[in-house]
C-alpha cells in the first residue's frame, strides 16, 4: 500500500477515535448539566455557617503580648473595625477581641489601617420558659463578632501575577495557552464537577466524565489538534479508566468508608448527604489526572520526536527506548506525589510519631490509610499510564514518518 495512503488512513482512525470520545464525554457532560436538579444548599440554610465580611482597623484600645520558651508568641489586642464589605454590614463599626499566636509579632499583630477578616454570627435567644421551635414575639437576636484572619488578598495577587508573568516569559505562546488551561479548569471544577456532586450525582461518574472532557480540551489546547495530541488522549482516557478501577476496587478491599479526615465530618454536621467513599474516589481520580497529562503528554511527544529522529527504528525499538524515558520520568513524578503529600502532613506525621503506638497500627488508621491508598493508586496508574501511552505511540508515530 502507498506509505501516503497508509498515513491517511492512519490519521483518520486517530481522528475518528478522537472525535467519538469527545462526542461521547461532551453528551454525557450536558446531559448531566442540562438534567441536574436543583441543589437545595444554601450558605443561609446550613446550621453553624457564619457570614464573612472584610474590615478595616480603626484603633487598638489595648494590647498584651506574650513569648513562650520555644519563641511563640501570644498577642491579645482589643480591636475597633469598621465593616468594608458590600451588604447589611457595611459601614458598621464595631469593638471585638482578638487572640493571635504565631512565630514572629508581625505575623499575628493587627496594627490601625490593617484589613481583618471578621465572621459575624446571629444567634437567637428565646425567653426563659419558651419551648424549643415555638414562636415567640419576645426572641431576641444577638450578633457576635469574631475575628477569623488577615486579608491576603495583595500578596495573593502579586504571586499570582508574578507566576503568570514569567509562564508567558518563558512559554510565550504554549505558556499562554497553559495558564488558559489552568483557568479552564478550575471554571470546570468550580462549574461543574462540584456542583453535580452537591445535586447528588454520582461522584466518581461526574469526575471520571468531567475530568476526561477537562484534559481533553486542555490537551488540544495546549498541544493542538494533531496526531500527537490524538495519540496523548487515548492514552490520557485509558489510564483514567484503569486508575478509576483501582481506586473503587483498593477503596472496598481496604475498608475505606471515606470518614477519615476531619472536613468529611464537618460535611456531615452540615447536613449535606453526599456518599463520602464516592467523594473520596473522586478526590483520587482528579489529583491523579493533574499529573497524568503532564506524564501522556511528555510520553507521546518523546515517542514522536524520537521516531522523527530515527526513521528506521521499528515498533519494538521505539516502545524499548521510549519506556527508558518514561521510566526515568515516572519515577522522580512517583517521588514527587510521596514527597508532596509528605510536606503537606507533616504535623500529622510528627503527632503520630510522639503518639505511643506501634507504627503499622498507626498506618492502619482510617485516616492515614485513605491517604496510602490516594497516592499509591495515583501512582500505580502512573505508571500503567507510560506503557500504555508508549506502545500507542510507538504503533502511530512511524507511519507518519516524512
Same mark, same amino acid.
Do not use: C
Given at each position: 500500500?502507498?506509505?501516503?495512503?497508509?498515513?491517511s488512513?492512519a490519521r483518520y482512525?486517530?481522528e475518528?477515535?478522537?472525535?467519538l470520545?469527545l462526542a461521547?464525554?461532551? $453528551?454525557?457532560?450536558?446531559?448531566l448539566?442540562l438534567t441536574r436538579p436543583r441543589?437545595n444548599y444554601?450558605q443561609?440554610?446550613?446550621?453553624?455557617?457564619?457570614? $464573612?465580611v #472584610?474590615a478595616r482597623?480603626e484603633?487598638?484600645?489595648n494590647?498584651l503580648?506574650?513569648?513562650?520558651?520555644s519563641g511563640?508568641?501570644?498577642?491579645?489586642?482589643?480591636?475597633t473595625?469598621r465593616i468594608?464589605s458590600t451588604g447589611?454590614?457595611?459601614?458598621?463599626i464595631i $469593638?471585638?477581641?482578638y487572640?493571635g !499566636?504565631?512565630p514572629t509579632?508581625?505575623a499575628?499583630?493587627f496594627r490601625?489601617?490593617?484589613s481583618?477578616?471578621?465572621?459575624i454570627?446571629?444567634?437567637? %435567644?428565646?425567653?426563659p420558659?419558651?419551648?424549643?421551635?415555638?414562636?415567640s414575639?419576645?426572641?431576641e437576636?444577638r450578633?457576635l463578632?469574631?475575628i477569623?484572619?488577615h486579608? &491576603?488578598l495583595m500578596? %495573593?495577587?502579586?504571586i499570582?501575577?508574578?507566576?503568570?508573568i514569567i509562564t508567558?516569559?518563558?512559554?510565550?505562546?504554549?505558556?499562554? #495557552?497553559?495558564?488558559?488551561?489552568?483557568?479552564l479548569s478550575g471554571?470546570f471544577?468550580?462549574?461543574?464537577?462540584?456542583?453535580?456532586?452537591l445535586?447528588?450525582r454520582?461522584?466518581?461518574l461526574v469526575? !471520571?466524565?468531567? @475530568?476526561?472532557?477537562?484534559?481533553?480540551?486542555?490537551l488540544? =489546547?495546549i498541544?493542538?489538534?494533531?496526531?500527537?495530541?490524538?495519540?496523548a488522549?487515548?492514552?490520557m482516557l485509558?489510564?483514567?479508566?484503569?486508575?478509576?478501577?483501582l481506586?473503587?476496587?483498593?477503596?472496598?478491599v481496604a475498608?475505606l468508608?471515606?470518614?477519615?479526615?476531619e472536613?468529611t465530618? /464537618?460535611?456531615?454536621a452540615?447536613?449535606i448527604n453526599i456518599?463520602? #467513599?464516592?467523594? %473520596?474516589?473522586?478526590?483520587?481520580?482528579l489529583?491523579?489526572a493533574g499529573?497524568?497529562d503532564?506524564?501522556v503528554?511528555?510520553q507521546a511527544? $518523546?515517542i514522536?520526536e524520537?521516531?522523527?529522529a530515527?526513521p528506521?527504528a521499528?515498533? #519494538?525499538?521505539? !516502545?524499548q527506548?521510549?519506556m527508558k524515558i518514561?521510566i526515568?520520568?515516572l @519515577?522522580s513524578?512517583?517521588? @514527587? =506525589?510521596v514527597?508532596a503529600?509528605?510536606?503537606?502532613a507533616?504535623p500529622?506525621?510528627?503527632?503520630? /510519631?510522639l503518639?505511643?503506638e506501634p507504627?503499622?497500627?498507626?498506618?492502619?488508621?482510617?485516616l492515614?490509610?485513605?491517604?496510602?491508598? &490516594?497516592?499509591?493508586v495515583?501512582?500505580?496508574?502512573?505508571?500503567l499510564?507510560?506503557?500504555?501511552t @508508549?506502545?500507542?505511540?510507538?504503533?502511530?508515530?512511524?507511519?507518519f514518518?516524512e
Amino acid at each position: 500500500m502507498n506509505p501516503n495512503k497508509e498515513r491517511s488512513v492512519a490519521r483518520y482512525v486517530l481522528e475518528a477515535g478522537a472525535v467519538l470520545a469527545l462526542a461521547v464525554l461532551v $453528551t454525557v457532560v450536558l446531559a448531566l448539566h442540562l438534567t441536574r436538579p436543583r441543589i437545595n444548599y444554601a450558605q443561609e440554610q446550613m446550621p453553624g455557617v457564619s457570614t $464573612t465580611v #472584610r474590615a478595616r482597623v480603626e484603633k487598638i484600645e489595648n494590647e498584651l503580648q506574650s513569648e513562650d520558651e520555644s519563641g511563640l508568641i501570644t498577642v491579645y489586642q482589643k480591636l475597633t473595625l469598621r465593616i468594608v464589605s458590600t451588604g447589611p454590614y457595611k459601614g458598621e463599626i464595631i $469593638t471585638t477581641d482578638y487572640n493571635g !499566636m504565631g512565630p514572629t509579632l508581625s505575623a499575628v499583630r493587627f496594627r490601625a489601617g490593617s484589613s481583618a477578616l471578621v465572621m459575624i454570627s446571629e444567634i437567637s %435567644l428565646a425567653p426563659p420558659g419558651t419551648e424549643s421551635g415555638e414562636n415567640s414575639e419576645g426572641v431576641e437576636k444577638r450578633v457576635l463578632y469574631q475575628i477569623a484572619d488577615h486579608v &491576603r488578598l495583595m500578596p %495573593l495577587a502579586i504571586i499570582t501575577a508574578l507566576f503568570a508573568i514569567i509562564t508567558i516569559a518563558i512559554g510565550r505562546w504554549q505558556g499562554l #495557552r497553559a495558564l488558559l488551561g489552568l483557568g479552564l479548569s478550575g471554571l470546570f471544577i468550580g462549574g461543574f464537577i462540584l456542583p453535580q456532586i452537591l445535586a447528588h450525582r454520582d461522584p466518581v461518574l461526574v469526575t !471520571m466524565v468531567g @475530568t476526561g472532557l477537562l484534559i481533553a480540551a486542555t490537551l488540544y =489546547l495546549i498541544q493542538g489538534w494533531n496526531v500527537v495530541g490524538h495519540t496523548a488522549l487515548l492514552g490520557m482516557l485509558t489510564s483514567l479508566a484503569v486508575t478509576g478501577a483501582l481506586a473503587i476496587l483498593w477503596t472496598q478491599v481496604a475498608y475505606l468508608t471515606g470518614f477519615g479526615s476531619e472536613e468529611t465530618l /464537618y460535611l456531615q454536621a452540615t447536613g449535606i448527604n453526599i456518599g463520602m #467513599r464516592g467523594l %473520596l474516589l473522586a478526590g483520587i481520580i482528579l489529583g491523579t489526572a493533574g499529573v497524568l497529562d503532564d506524564v501522556v503528554i511528555a510520553q507521546a511527544v $518523546t515517542i514522536f520526536e524520537l521516531s522523527a529522529a530515527s526513521p528506521e527504528a521499528s515498533v #519494538r525499538t521505539l !516502545m524499548q527506548r521510549g519506556m527508558k524515558i518514561g521510566i526515568s520520568h515516572l @519515577t522522580s513524578m512517583v517521588n @514527587t =506525589l510521596v514527597l508532596a503529600y509528605a510536606g503537606t502532613a507533616l504535623p500529622l506525621f510528627i503527632l503520630f /510519631y510522639l503518639y505511643p503506638e506501634p507504627w503499622y497500627l498507626t498506618i492502619n488508621r482510617e485516616l492515614i490509610a485513605e491517604e496510602i491508598v &490516594r497516592t499509591l493508586v495515583g501512582s500505580v496508574g502512573l505508571m500503567l499510564a507510560v506503557p500504555l501511552t @508508549t506502545g500507542i505511540a510507538a504503533w502511530v508515530a512511524p507511519q507518519f514518518r516524512e
